[in-house]
């Protein structure tokens, strides 16, 4: 029963860290990869939420190129919370991530469609479907910090 | 005479720090965000070494999307290397990278190209050949730190 559970637990960690390339070499590298991978990601959508909320001109151009680059990158950090990375580096990563591995992927899960529609929001060029689509993707940030990220 | 070098300035550190999408709300946040762009990549290029240099077993499905990965990184961190951005937070950057921009675009080009071509390579499913081209990137790596990065 014990040998079932620890295998449970690994399938649940092979899982939360999949693809199975996401190896690190250290914890620290994992904690510094998603921590990249998500300081990329907000520059570009720093960008979208600029022209969302009219502080920059809205220009389709540019803001398919970053609403791209965020689908991209939103695919990344997940790999870098594999078991044995709630520390090795400074994290604001809760412990909860680890403990509640289902809900820490449903949200991580909804980043990734979020930033899909927000792809295609842009691809539209109309700044209205930016702006709806920004609104949403902005929600799943802050629902997962709220849970998973301390403050 | 003057107006128009500081003219042709301007336009070089807008080339180099193109596309215009981006822009960054100060030093720290460029700086910051190549060195991730940077570490993202070398994580996923790391992979791709082991592989070819027999020190993880060769699967062409995860080298693939490795080697998607890095040549989509690659694209990336040229921005963060705008005017202004050579100090506001540690940096291994040196200042030759914008007393020799035209050389230093070059160098950023031929890491982009040469990841296209790695890209290429890993969708083959052949390890020679993706041997071959992730020496030819990692000449370019290494070529690009001797001339611009501190040691």
């Given at each position: 029963m014990?040998?079932?559970?620890?295998l449970t637990l690994a399938a649940a960690a092979l899982?939360?860290?999949?693809?199975?390339?996401?190896?690190?070499?250290?914890?620290?590298?994992?904690?510094?990869?998603?921590?990249?991978?998500?300081?990329?990601m907000g520059q570009h959508f720093g960008r979208?939420?600029?022209?969302?909320?009219?502080?920059?001109?809205?220009d389709a151009k540019v803001a398919q190129e970053n609403a791209d680059i965020v689908a991209q990158m939103a695919k990344l950090p997940w790999a870098g919370f594999g078991a044995g990375t709630d520390k090795g580096a400074p994290t604001k990563a809760l412990p909860e991530i680890w403990t509640?591995?289902?809900?820490?992927?449903?949200?991580?899960?909804?980043?990734?469609?979020?930033?899909?529609?927000?792809?295609a929001a842009a691809k539209t060029g109309n700044l209205d479907n930016l702006k709806t689509a920004f609104g949403a993707t902005a929600g799943t940030c802050k629902a997962c910090h709220d849970s998973f990220r301390a403050k």
């Amino acid at each position: 029963m014990k040998a079932f559970a620890a295998l449970t637990l690994a399938a649940a960690a092979l899982t939360l860290s999949a693809p199975a390339s996401a190896q690190f070499a250290k914890a620290e590298d994992a904690i510094k990869y998603r921590q990249s991978a998500l300081f990329v990601m907000g520059q570009h959508f720093g960008r979208l939420g600029a022209m969302a909320n009219g502080r920059a001109p809205f220009d389709a151009k540019v803001a398919q190129e970053n609403a791209d680059i965020v689908a991209q990158m939103a695919k990344l950090p997940w790999a870098g919370f594999g078991a044995g990375t709630d520390k090795g580096a400074p994290t604001k990563a809760l412990p909860e991530i680890w403990t509640e591995q289902a809900k820490f992927k449903e949200h991580s899960e909804k980043l990734e469609a979020e930033t899909v529609k927000l792809a295609a929001a842009a691809k539209t060029g109309n700044l209205d479907n930016l702006k709806t689509a920004f609104g949403a993707t902005a929600g799943t940030c802050k629902a997962c910090h709220d849970s998973f990220r301390a403050k």
